[in-house]
């Protein structure tokens, strides 16, 4: 009973949470915060038939830290292509994954994953065949990318979400 409710207050809580962040706080916007906090989780209960499940919290996590460090680094390597062109010698390209991933959640977090990170982008995903098509800004290694998409990203997502 409880697990239920508090899945239902984690929406409006972080929204709230949220709200306050971005205006200060106040007596005010302490009110609308939860009022809006609350509105909106209730008018977004109807697009959300499929609820999300985290099993395992602590794995989400270091997914972050590893989501973290790629984009730090990718922001490095996509600078030094940037800058230094004549040097860096890019092999753009298109490379194909399949992928075991069959949560929407799962996938939604996985396309983030792929969009945030600079020098790749999601460029399709076919449902039958559940083959990932991406476009990546430096494809010199092939190999590389499949690991980083598949053990990386999918198998901690696989754990989270299924």
């Not at 962040?21 to 009022?35: D, P, R, T």
């Not at 860096?88 to 977090?109: Q, S, V």
Request: with cysteine.
């Amino acid at each position: 009973m409880i697990k239920k409710y508090a899945q239902f207050l984690f929406l409006p809580v972080l929204l709230a949470f949220l709200w306050l962040l971005l205006n200060g706080i106040s007596k005010g916007n302490v009110v609308l915060a939860v009022g809006l906090g609350i509105a909106l989780s209730v008018a977004a209960l109807p697009f959300r038939p499929i609820r999300a499940t985290m099993h395992h919290p602590f794995i989400a996590l270091r997914l972050c830290w590893h989501v973290a460090v790629d984009i730090v680094k990718s922001n490095y390597d996509v600078g030094y292509i940037v800058l230094f062109r004549q040097k860096a010698h890019p092999t753009p390209g298109f490379l194909d994954i399949p992928i075991r991933l069959k949560d929407p959640h799962g996938l939604a977090a996985l396309a983030c994953i792929i969009t945030y990170t600079p020098g790749t982008v999601w460029a399709g995903f076919n449902y039958n065949t559940h083959v990932l098509t991406l476009h990546i800004l430096d494809l010199k290694d092939e190999q590389q990318w499949l690991d980083t998409i598949q053990k990386r990203y999918q198998e901690p997502l696989i754990e989270i979400f299924e």
